[in-house]
């Protein structure tokens, strides 16, 4: 069994290693100018190619199939148990509150999502939407999500502490970056308002 402080020093190191790959990213990508590479949908593919040059269509495709694969890992192991426990706990609408009795899966919630996965698959197999644009929404939801993990971080860890301070600079970016997303930014702002309205009607 591992102690408290043992786990707390791994969180630790992990808050030091990201906060650190992702500063020095954002210096590359700064001092190389591949933000204003109009040839690439990411500046990190700008980046491998600059690096690796030709066999950078490689590499990207082994980033893009394992980020893919952490993301659907991540969606189904993750968020599967986020809308079990708000189906359990009553937080969704009685309709969608229903529990499987026999495999115990909220099952009218999982319908729901299921039928909007369909409607977006069909939508992007008949229509040829600009991506770069629909990208700006879920992007501007993490913006916002990063600024609160990081503001949690400033009530959780010690005050002035390089945790703190990494937390504090990380908080500071996160929200130039989010006001510069310009009108993109009141989407995560205007989903919170309705769920917190939601919230509030059901007490």
Same mark, same amino acid.
């Given at each position: 069994?591992?102690?408290?402080?043992?786990?707390?020093?791994?969180?630790?190191?992990?808050?030091?290693?990201?906060?650190?790959?992702?500063?020095?990213?954002?210096?590359?990508?700064?001092?190389?100018?591949?933000?204003?590479?109009?040839?690439?949908?990411?500046?990190?593919?700008? =980046?491998?190619?600059?690096?690796?040059?030709?066999?950078?269509? &490689? @590499? *990207? #495709?082994?980033?893009?199939? %394992?980020?893919? +694969?952490?993301?659907?890992?991540?969606?189904?192991?993750?968020?599967?148990?986020?809308?079990?426990?708000?189906?359990?706990?009553?937080?969704?609408?009685?309709?969608?509150?229903?529990?499987?009795?026999?495999?115990?899966?909220?099952?009218?919630?999982?319908?729901?999502?299921?039928?909007?996965?369909?409607?977006?698959?069909?939508?992007?197999?008949?229509?040829?939407?600009?991506?770069?644009?629909? =990208?700006?929404?879920?992007?501007?939801?993490?913006?916002?999500? &990063? @600024? *609160? #993990?990081?503001?949690?971080? %400033?009530?959780? +860890?010690?005050?002035?502490?390089?945790?703190?301070?990494?937390?504090?600079?990380?908080?500071?970016?996160?929200?130039?970056?989010?006001?510069?997303?310009?009108?993109?930014?009141?989407?995560?702002?205007?989903?919170?308002?309705?769920?917190?309205?939601?919230?509030?009607?059901?007490?």
């Amino acid at each position: 069994m591992y102690s408290n402080n043992s786990i707390l020093s791994n969180y630790k190191f992990i808050s030091h290693f990201v906060s650190i790959v992702y500063i020095s990213l954002s210096f590359v990508t700064i001092g190389t100018n591949t933000y204003n590479d109009t040839h690439s949908f990411t500046f990190l593919s700008s =980046l491998i190619s600059l690096s690796f040059g030709k066999t950078s269509g &490689y @590499i *990207i #495709a082994f980033l893009t199939i %394992l980020i893919t +694969f952490c993301s659907i890992h991540s969606c189904i192991s993750g968020f599967s148990r986020v809308i079990y426990n708000a189906a359990r706990s009553g937080i969704f609408p009685r309709a969608l509150s229903k529990i499987h009795e026999k495999y115990n899966t909220p099952i009218n919630a999982l319908l729901f999502l299921g039928c909007g996965f369909t409607i977006v698959l069909l939508f992007f197999s008949f229509i040829s939407p600009d991506l770069n644009l629909i =990208l700006k929404f879920p992007g501007s939801v993490f913006s916002f999500s &990063y @600024i *609160i #993990a990081m503001a949690c971080g %400033l009530k959780l +860890f010690d005050k002035y502490s390089l945790t703190w301070i990494l937390s504090s600079s990380s908080l500071i970016v996160c929200c130039i970056l989010f006001v510069l997303g310009g009108l993109f930014s009141l989407f995560p702002i205007i989903l919170s308002g309705v769920g917190y309205i939601y919230i509030s009607t059901k007490k």
